[in-house]
């Protein structure tokens, strides 16, 4: 196997490779300074030990620009962050850590753990594509993960894929976590209508509007790939209780999402005291959008209703933790999503 020499490597050394890999940014080296601070060493420290890793051709050193990996030292840098990732996914899946807590304890099992225990601890976590904040776990040969991700709005019905990342905050992060759906969850598109998606999760299936689809990244999947778990369209509502047609489901979903897509997206100044939205549009133009951004009213934030004044203007928001008053004429402009 590729890693066979990974466990005459230092800890040191490992450390070195792991965070080169983590600080870079697309093919640029890492600055030293970076790279000291991150690991509290002196830029001295780092400076020689870039060197020798260049020595030992792990690492490529360019004096003022910073430390690259060679393909060897990539390769060895992938089989730590597979441990790392790898032990991650297990803690928080299967003993219930918080996933802080998690890569705490990673940092330390990845540079004890040799090849055969990470095969078979990939092997009993079902080969996850992802740990539980979407970064992608590195294949057995030591080489970088390569998976596309497209949006999930972009499958089609009957197409499935494994969650890479959801891209939201908030009360919408929280409906996806509290319905399963999370980073490694596999889904398949049941239907989609309108502004409307279906998806089944596992074995359950819960509906999304476009703009929550949108912003959750997967893993396109194949038949190989497919889980026990994710059931075809049609038997999966066959083996409900009550069976009905997948047609009749898909007519029922469209009504629903169609219901849902005339009173969902409505103007700020329509909440009612106590109801809460998310910013969908900003429709003001030049300096009052800007003022409106600035105050932190942007696509994706949360906005509530605190109170009214008697006659109706102005209204209370709470945006981000702080209190913002506006003109009816002005939060009018705002389109929300209601969180229900």
Known sequence: MGGSNFSVISESVQMYLVTIIRLRVGNQPVPLSLLADSLSISPVSVNEMCRKLQDQGLVVYRPYKGASLTEKGEQQACFILRRHRLWEV???????????????IACILEHATP?????????????????????????SDGQPPTRPAISLAALSPGQQ???????????????????????GVWVQVVAMAGEGVLIQAGKIHVSLVQSLAEAIQV??????????????????????????????????????DNEQAAVQHVPLNKLNVGQRGIVVSVGSKGPVKRRMMDM?????????????APLGDPIEFRVKGYSLSLRKSEAKDIIVEVVR
């Open 90 to 104: 297990f803690l928080v899946d299967k003993l219930d850590y918080s996933y802080e807590e998690a890569h705490e």
């Open 115 to 139: 090849n055969h225990l990470a095969d078979r601890l990939d092997g009993f976590l079902e080969y996850p594509a992802v740990n539980f904040v979407g970064e992608l776990i590195p294949r």
């Open 161 to 183: 894929g494994r969650v890479i990342r959801c891209e939201l905050e908030g009360a919408p992060q929280s409906f996806l976590a509290e319905h399963g759906i999370s980073p």
């Open 219 to 256: 893993e396109p999947g194949s038949s190989i790939d497919k889980p026990d778990e994710i059931l075809p369209v049609e038997q999966s509502f066959e083996n409900e209780t009550n069976p009905i047609k997948v047609q009749e489901i898909k007519e029922v979903i469209k009504m629903r």
């Open 296 to 308: 932190g009213l942007v696509p994706g934030s949360e906005v509530s209703v605190l109170r009214v």
